[in-house]
Antibody, heavy 121, light 108 residues
Framework: EVQLVQSGAEVKKPGESLKISCKGS????????LGWVRQMPGKGLEWMGI????????RYSPSFQGQVTISADKSINTAYLQWSSLKASDTAMYYC??????????????WGQGTMVTVSS | EIVLTQSPGTLSLSPGERATLSCRAS???????LAWYQQKPGQAPRLLIY???NRATGIPDRFSGSGYGTDFTLTVSRLEPEDFAVYYC?????????FGQGTKVEIK
């Protein structure tokens, strides 16, 4: 069974750094694209970017390029989303989600449970 | 970037009624690369439909998708109590991938 388990909720101050994680199990982690989706409070879904853990090929939405960094460690089946300097506007729920094949194509068939990030002074 | 516009914003219906949700793209979505997701409060989204008309694993057949090009539709033939939720379309035919803003299906 495919499972994506995300790290727990975070409360941070503006300017702080943060790295949240998504651990995959039940499949060959290195060979499936894994993406990140933002949902601000009361708002819709936003596609942030995606990584192929096998070779760390990463694609970003222009809206998020330079704002976050997506990485992965295939040795421990874990992908990451990180910020170097958080802003209050980064307050949101963040989901990781997996594509159905090793191609950069397809809908997100599998989702993590989400990580709530709150940035407040 | 392809912009997806969903309508209506909110749909007020009773259990047993038919729901028809629209997703219109600002430019053609290649190869019917469009998906629909359902999201309930406090839950992660769940894939319903991919490839415009293919039901995902475990999705009941009261959910159906149709359309091509720039106009797509999600239909719920008879609403069950558990179907009241927010629905999002997403295109994955071009980069960046994008989502629609969502349609809320609420109990009338």
């Amino acid at each position: 069974e495919v499972q994506l388990v995300q790290s727990g909720a975070e409360v941070k101050k503006p300017g702080e750094s943060l790295k949240i994680s998504c651990k995959g199990s039940g499949y060959n982690f290195a060979t499936y694209w894994l993406g990140w989706v933002r949902q601000m409070p009361g708002k819709g879904l936003e596609w942030m970017g995606i990584i192929f853990p096998g070779d760390s090929d990463t694609r970003y939405s222009p809206s998020f390029q330079g704002q976050v960094t997506i990485s992965a460690d295939k040795s421990i089946n874990t992908a990451y989303l990180q910020w170097s300097s958080l802003k209050a506007s980064d307050t949101a729920m963040y989901y990781c989600a997996r594509l159905p094949s090793k191609l950069f194509m397809g809908a997100f068939h599998f989702w993590g449970q989400g990580t709530m990030v709150t940035v407040s002074s | 970037e392809i912009v997806l516009t969903q309508s209506p914003g909110t749909l007020s219906l009773s259990p047993g009624e038919r729901a028809t949700l629209s997703c219109r793209a600002s430019q053609s979505v290649s190869s019917r690369n469009l998906a629909w997701y359902q999201q309930k409060p406090g839950q992660a989204p769940r894939l319903l439909i991919y490839g415009a008309s293919n039901r995902a694993t475990g999705i009941p057949d009261r959910f159906s998708g149709s359309g091509y090009g720039t106009d797509f539709t999600l239909t719920v033939s008879r609403l069950e109590p558990e179907d009241f939720a927010v629905y999002y379309c997403q295109q994955y035919g071009s980069s960046p991938r994008t989502f629609g803003q969502g349609t809320k299906v609420e109990i009338k």
